[in-house]
């Protein structure tokens, strides 16, 4: 029953914001509503609508902040969770894609660089700053490392350093991702 009511009642708000030129529009049937990416003026437009009930920001996430961590021998991680013993059986992480939605990844770090997959379908920025991998604040960079990191500077860095990666930056530069959501109010 919530399927079919949302399907009878969203379709005119979809083609309202479809011809607007809202973008990323995510419909809900559990509570009737969608959540969305549009300009301001079409949100403030939208809300006089008497078919929607609530128009409200889904939520801001702030990127975390990168970590050295402690002064330590740089495999320590590595020996605690037994990675040597993996790569010993062939383990590598070899043919494995690994993906990562962080801050982005510096795809000129010289345990990373030749890790990347390349081609279109293997970065993805949804704020339109960076066409090519790119990580402003390291936390993104950091973490693949942690993954697939390679032994540029002389140790091991990451647990899979077999495995590629690929990536979307959904922070922005401001280290910032945030979402709209609509909520209808169908009786």
């Given at each position: 029953?919530?399927?079919?009511?949302?399907?009878?009642?969203?379709?005119?708000?979809?083609?309202?914001?479809?011809?607007?030129?809202?973008?990323?529009?995510?419909?809900?049937?559990?509570?009737?509503?969608?959540?969305?990416?549009?300009?301001?003026?079409?949100?403030?437009?939208?809300?006089?609508?008497?078919?929607?009930?609530?128009?409200?920001?889904?939520?801001?996430?702030?990127?975390?902040?990168?970590?050295?961590?402690?002064?330590?021998?740089?495999?320590?991680?590595?020996?605690?969770?037994?990675?040597?013993?993996?790569?010993?059986?062939?383990?590598?992480?070899?043919?494995?894609?690994?993906?990562?939605?962080?801050?982005?990844?510096?795809?000129?770090?010289?345990?990373?660089?030749?890790?990347?997959?390349?081609?279109t379908n293997s970065w993805f920025d949804p704020n339109g700053e960076h066409s090519a991998p790119y990580d402003?604040?390291?936390?993104?960079?950091?973490?693949?490392?942690?993954i697939v990191g390679g032994s540029a500077g002389g140790t091991a860095i990451g647990v899979s350093p077999g495995?590629?990666?690929?990536?979307?930056?959904?922070?922005?530069?401001?280290?910032?991702?945030?979402?709209?959501?609509?909520?209808?109010?169908?009786?």
């Amino acid at each position: 029953a919530l399927k079919d009511k949302a399907d009878a009642t969203q379709g005119p708000i979809k083609a309202f914001l479809v011809s607007k030129g809202a973008r990323r529009i995510l419909p809900f049937w559990i509570f009737n509503g969608m959540a969305v990416t549009a300009r301001v003026d079409v949100i403030l437009e939208l809300a006089s609508q008497p078919e929607v009930e609530m128009i409200r920001l889904d939520s801001t996430l702030t990127a975390p902040e990168t970590d050295s961590g402690v002064s330590a021998v740089p495999e320590w991680n590595l020996n605690t969770v037994r990675a040597p013993e993996l790569w010993a059986l062939g383990y590598t992480g070899a043919g494995i894609v690994v993906a990562s939605m962080d801050t982005g990844v510096d795809v000129n770090h010289p345990d990373l660089s030749s890790k990347w997959r390349g081609g279109t379908n293997s970065w993805f920025d949804p704020n339109g700053e960076h066409s090519a991998p790119y990580d402003v604040s390291g936390h993104g960079t950091q973490a693949i490392g942690i993954i697939v990191g390679g032994s540029a500077g002389g140790t091991a860095i990451g647990v899979s350093p077999g495995a590629q990666w690929i990536a979307v930056k959904i922070f922005n530069d401001a280290g910032v991702s945030s979402l709209s959501l609509i909520h209808q109010g169908f009786q």
